[in-house]
């Protein structure tokens, strides 16, 4: 088995890093510091960070088959075009909700944007319950609304044979599974495939790699685990040097690299003297699987 190295590649000092993705196109990890209000693109070659302001918290990103980036910007879904430093609204969601912003978001298979909503936090993991939804953006723009009740909306991926839907709700302490329909984008029958331990703390960012093991950050568990979500068994577990990690991808040369996001909201300075790379980009390599490509919204 390959040894697992890992290293912090960006020290970023995010207050919560999240949504890492790689962009192909650019060879650049892209990710958003969601209370800093940036989105971010890092370069492996120069190893320099680029970011965007933008006017509210910036949860996810994701590419766009036509041209540059979607964003979850607040409660909005918004386009961004990168050289222009450009944000215009797409739609809003949570209309009747005063205190909620987006959260984590993915494309689908299909070119669709899943992404959910939160009440805003008071403190980390600490915020007023169930005012979430799931939220889908359609190619053509439309939105529709899976379901409600939601406390943190959190990580989500497909399975490789696109008939399942995984998604956290970080205050559950679940990963759950939903059969999937490629063809509309509906979900249902949902169920939980793994509970997490204490010392695993909350499920936060998700990705799946190209064996179909799913890959969670656990939020203040300073970790990864890889599960199967046939079995519901861990099969592994990464530590890293930061106990608030946030997200996962994989990217690099084939993507056979994992990239991890962390956060520093929530940490006084004597945890952040013991953790100075807190808020960091880690990139981890000799795992021995690989991830598969993000895909692009396709609207
Ligand atoms: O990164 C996210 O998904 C949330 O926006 C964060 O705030 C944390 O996950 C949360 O605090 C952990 O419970
Ligand atoms: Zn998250």
Known sequence: MASVSIECVAREGCRIGESPVWDQREGALLFVDITGRKVCRWSPLTRQTQAIAVDAPVSSVALRKSEDYVITLGTRFAALKWKEELVTTITQVDKDKANTRFND?????????FAGTMAEEIRPAVLERRQGSLYTLFPDLSVVKHF????????LDWSLDHRTFFYIDSLSYSVDAFDYDL???????RRSIYKLEKEESIPDGMCIDTEGKLWVACYDGGRVIRLDPETGKRLQTVK?????TTSCCFGGKDYSEMFVTSASDGMDKEWLSRQPEAGGIFKITGLGVKGVPPYPFAG
């Open 105 to 113: 978001g993915k494309v689908d298979p299909a070119g669709r944007y």
């Open 183 to 189: 063809q509309t984008g509906k979900i249902g029958n």
């Open 148 to 155: 409600d009740q939601v406390d943190i909306s959190n990580g």
């Open 240 to 244: 890293l040097p930061v106990d608030k």
